[in-house]
């Protein structure tokens, strides 16, 4: 073993002999002096070489007799006295170990109540956190900030005494500053037991009552479907294709009736009415929901109303049309399409001149053709307002008129002729926008014009819909036509407004 140096005080012969045979007994660990003089000074020492022993073994072994002398110093040596910084720092730390234990006691007990009791002091999370290297402890260390001049001839500091009963408003910086004092201290002494610093901390956000994911987990529906055994070969005949369907087909049907009652002595005379209306709509729309459009749509309006005052007729039309669109669109960019359209509109029944059996109108008398080419404008929010202009710089318009009976000057035709073909442009906008939970607006706008003469319908639908099946409706159609021969003193624009109540049934 390596031998070190071993001191202590002798006093006399004696005490070398007894060091001598308790060194002895240890198994020879020590060798055995040369010499050994008789009379050594009280204050003398003895070098022992070639093994480490520990002041405290030969202590524990034989205790070594003392001197009066050196008993009577030692009881007039008095214990060192700790500063009241180190004592109230380690009632500080009894304090916190304590009230530690105690937290963590109730916490781990199931059968008491949640530990809203229990509140831990915020000003201590340094010591809570696992060690880390802080700034503030450097920059408290070598600040002067706070520093201020010692006055001696001041016993007592009258300032705090004249606000004694206040609360301590800087606790928690003050607080903040033992603990950054402790810090420091341990980083000098400890600097292998800090693995962190405070710019790993900074990302950190306290613990909410719920726990809120950032970015939730998203389940893959194909991992969940696909089988845990591998498939080595499918076979052609077990594959299932399924083409998607581009094509959506959807109908509406409105059944409305109308009633006005007048006794034969009304004040203001008039006459009882009653009136009926029938609308069917259908729609065929393709859309690949890339480039192509096809939209498809047949529309049938019908409405009968009596007629007391004509003793020809006991009802009359007021309202007949037949209408069928179509256009192909091509998408050009965002909203825009290069599209194709064409219309052709006409009527089904029959309408006679009051106490007459002259015809002004029937079917396909008259009857109207469009074919245009442009671009059409779609803005669509799904369940609350659709929108389509369709604009046509080049349009074909045909009039015609299959009777001999109907008058063909009512209707853009020249006399003599029952076929009128014109160039120009053509305007339709379509709206359907979904006002309130139950009131839906439709309208649509037509213009036609051979830059001499405009021709020009804005039909506008509102409807009330009580439930699926029971609504009311309010049908405005206004009309502007200066190429119609008219009577002195009539206007080109006409008016036609309808009001119903009755069923409605939408697929």
Sequence with gaps: MMGIALAFCLSGKAKAQIIQEVLLEKDSLLTEPESVEEDLPIDSTITIDGVQLLEEFLRDTVPAPQDPVTVVKQKEKKAPVESQSVIHFKAFLQRFRNQYQSFM????????????????????????????????????????DDWKPVIPFVKEDTLRKMIEQLPDLERSKNIDRQLNRQLLSFYLTYPQLVKKNEAQLRGLEPLANTMVPTQPKKEKVFDLLTPTSLVTKMEEKDLLVVKPNFWTIVGKSDLQFSQNYLSDNWYKGGESTNSLFAQV??????????????????????????????????????????????????????????????????????????????????????????????????????????????????NYTRYSVASNKVDPTKFNIEEGHKVKNQIGSRIESTLKWKLMQNLTWESRFSYITDYKKVQSEWENTFSFAFNRYFSTKLFIHGRFDDAVAREEGDSYFQLQEQLSLGLSYTW
């Design 281 to 394: 709509e259908w729609q065929f729309n393709y859309d690949d929901r890339q480039n192509i459009q096809f939209e498809n749509k047949i529309e049938w309006k019908l409405g009968f109303i009596s007629t007391p005052s004509d003793t020809v007729h006991s009802y009359r039309a007021n309202n007949d049309l037949l209408r069928l669109s179509s256009k192909l669109g091509v998408k050009a960019f965002k909203n825009w399409y290069y599209t194709l359209s064409g219309e052709f509109k006409t009527q089904l029944s029959s309408s006679y001149v009051t106490n007459s059996n002259d015809l002004i109108s029937t079917f396909f008398s008259p009857a109207e053709l469009n074919i245009g080419l442009g671009m059409d404008f779609k803005y669509v929010k799904n369940g609350v307002l659709n929108l389509s202009v369709l604009i046509n710089p080049a």
């Design 105 to 144: 006691e109730r916490w781990d007990d199931i059968y008491l109540p949640a530990p809203k009791y229990i509140r831990s002091n915020p000003d201590y999370y340094k010591l809570c956190m696992p060690a880390t290297y802080y700034e503030a402890p450097f920059y408290q260390a070598v600040s002067i």
